[in-house]
C-alpha cells in the first residue's frame, strides 16, 4: 500500500470506502474523457459496478493514490516501477471538474515525485500527455518535466489523429518545490515490483 503523502492544500491517501460513492456522483464529464484520450462518442455514464471497479482497481495498485481535497477530487499513480533502472511511469486523473484549474493536480504530481525520489529512490520518471492537453502539459512542467519527444498522430478522439507528448524528469532535474511527508515506515517497499 502507498504511503500518505500530505501537501499544502491536497492529501494523497489509500482509497476508503466513501470513495465509491463520491467518484459515482463525479461521474463522467466530457472534457476531463477528451483530455484522458475519450472519445466523446464513446463516453458512457459511470454505473456504480464502474464505480466500484474503479476503487477495487486504485485499491489493489501497489503506488495509487486518491487525490483529497475535502473529498476525492482524482487519482494518481506511478506505472512500471522498474527497479532496475529506477524507474516509473506517472498518470493523473482528475475526476472534479471544480477542481481543475487551481494547481491542485500540479501539486499532487510534486508530492509523487518528491516520494518517488526520495524514499523510492526513483531514477527517472516519464508521462505521455496529449499534444492538445496544454494544461496538463503546463502542471508537469511546473514541476520540471521537459518535453523529451512527440508520437505523431498516436490517438484518435472523435475520429481525429492527435500527437502524444512524452515527458520526462529526471532525479537530478527535481524542483525543491516537489517536498513530501510521508507516512511510509518502510520507505523502499515501493522498489520490490
Known amino acids: ?19 465509491v460513492e463520491v467518484r459515482l456522483a463525479l461521474g463522467r464529464d466530457p472534457d ?15 454505473t456504480s459496478e464502474g464505480a466500484k471497479t474503479w476503487f477495487a482497481w486504485v485499491q489493489a495498485h501497489p503506488c495509487a493514490w486518491i487525490i483529497d481535497r475535502a473529498g476525492l477530487i482524482g487519482d494518481i499513480r506511478l506505472d512500471n516501477i522498474n527497479g532496475q533502472d529506477r524507474r516509473a511511469s506517472l498518470a493523473i486523473g482528475i475526476a472534479d471538474p471544480a477542481a481543475i484549474g487551481q494547481g491542485l493536480g500540479t501539486e499532487a504530481i510534486g508530492l509523487v515525485a518528491a516520494h518517488a525520489f526520495g524514499p523510492m529512490a526513483l531514477h527517472r ?7 492538445f492537453n496544454e494544461r496538463a ?6 514541476c520540471g518535466f521537459r518535453v523529451e519527444g512527440r508520437e505523431r498522430e498516436s490517438a484518435c478522439i472523435d475520429g481525429d489523429w492527435h500527437d502524444d507528448i512524452i515527458m520526462g524528469l529526471l532525479a537530478s532535474e527535481a524542483l525543491p518545490a516537489t517536498q513530501a511527508r510521508s507516512t511510509d515506515p518502510n520507505p523502499a517497499a515501493g522498489l520490490s515490483q
Not at 2 to 16: M, Q, S
Not at 125 to 131: K, M
Open 1 to 19: 500500500m502507498a504511503p500518505v503523502l500530505k501537501g499544502r492544500r491536497v492529501t494523497l491517501r489509500p482509497p476508503i470506502d466513501t470513495d
Open 125 to 131: 520518471l516519464t508521462v505521455r500527455v496529449l499534444a
Open 32 to 46: 476531463i474523457h477528451r483530455m484522458y484520450g475519450g472519445s466523446r462518442s464513446n463516453l458512457r455514464l459511470l
Open 137 to 142: 502539459i503546463r502542471a508537469y512542467q511546473k
